[in-house]
């Protein structure tokens, strides 16, 4: 388990370099003593590790920018890919304060020849949410302009690169809205938003947060996160706490089956990363959310290895630090 003493981890994510992991996550210091406002303190660590295991942590990737910018509140979770000529890139939320006190979010990136030193291109957003495809803070349906969780991954196909991005539809009931958005590249650097890539349909969830597709055991899956506070009535009805969630995909880049997602953790865990170790198995990590107080908890948990049988992520053995995940209900969508 990853949990430096003073301060609290959230959300994650992974870049190999052939010989170590690198852990990138959101932390944010416990001085701040209710952990509900780490949101706002958020900053980019940086650790690495030969096992997934054990981490030693090294000098910080990443920090909010002076204002005014697109990153001057936090800069939230992302990803990193590296590009054929070798540069690193770090895609990050960048969060900044609207009237009102709600936060926009927009998407930014860095580059880095050594994923340690990493230098933000800008001084603006790569991308932002175009009313005309996703909701934008004005509607006054959600709590903040949710356009954030940028997942970077080359076409299938090898013709440039996809991301898939935490938004919501224009259109339908407010805890229904949760799309997969999408954005592509030639070069990483230039991006064009297009329309989501899953419908809101009624699948009951206001948000998929920091999304991840990959093929498991030869079938393609879209990860996400998603609390029962950001989920319909229908879902909280059936008792679900939220957490982690796993749906079928006709491909890495959809269709997505979202209202066939099926819950893989409760909210114990949450902010789930597929990540594949060095013998080439799959294995879930996910940050400790609830504790048995049903306080925020903090931490990355050890890898746990996975299944996936084409319906239903399975995890096979619980993290050492944390508790059991085997006894979890079946689909509660």
Not at 241 to 266: C, E, H, K, M, N
Request: proline share 8%; glycine share 10%; hydrophobic share 40%.
């Amino acid at each position: 388990m990853f949990a430096p003493p003073d301060c609290w981890v959230w959300d994650f994510w992974f870049a190999d370099d052939g010989e170590r992991h690198h852990l990138f996550f959101l932390y944010a210091s416990r001085a701040l003593h209710d952990p509900e406002d780490r949101h706002y303190r958020a900053s980019i660590g940086h650790a690495v590790s030969t096992d997934l295991v054990e981490w030693t942590r090294v000098p910080d990737a990443l920090v909010r920018a002076d204002a005014p910018a697109f990153d001057d509140l936090a800069t939230w979770t992302g990803s990193v890919v590296r590009h054929p000529d070798g540069t690193w890139f770090l895609f990050y939320t960048g969060s900044t304060r609207a009237p009102g006190g709600r936060n926009v979010q927009r998407i930014g990136y860095a580059t880095s020849t050594d994923l340690t030193t990493w230098h933000k291109a800008g001084p603006g957003p790569v991308l932002s949410a175009d009313p005309t495809l996703y909701e934008t803070l004005d509607t006054g349906q959600w709590h903040d302009e949710a356009f954030r969780d940028p997942w970077v991954f080359p076409d299938p196909d090898g013709d440039g690169w996809h991301m898939l991005i935490t938004a919501r539809a224009t259109t339908g009931p407010a805890f229904e809205r949760g799309v997969v958005g999408h954005a592509v590249s030639a070069d990483l650097r230039t991006w064009e938003l297009r329309p989501p890539l899953s419908a809101p349909a009624a699948h009951g969830f206001g948000q998929l947060e920091v999304t991840q597709t990959e093929v498991v055991d030869g079938k393609p899956l879209l990860l996400f996160s998603c609390l029962a506070e950001h989920a319909s009535d229908s879902r909280r009805a059936t008792g679900t706490r939220g957490g982690i969630w796993a749906a079928p995909a006709g491909s890495l880049l959809g269709p997505f089956d979202v209202g066939a997602a099926r819950q893989v953790t409760d909210d114990r865990y949450y902010s789930g990363k597929l990540v594949r170790r060095r013998d080439g198995s799959w294995a879930l990590m996910g940050f400790h959310h609830t504790g048995p107080d049903g306080a925020f908890t903090g931490g990355i948990s050890d890898p746990m290895p996975v299944s996936w049988d084409g319906h239903r992520l399975t995890v096979e053995g619980p993290a050492a630090e944390g508790p059991s995940v085997d006894a979890l209900p079946a689909a509660v969508g």
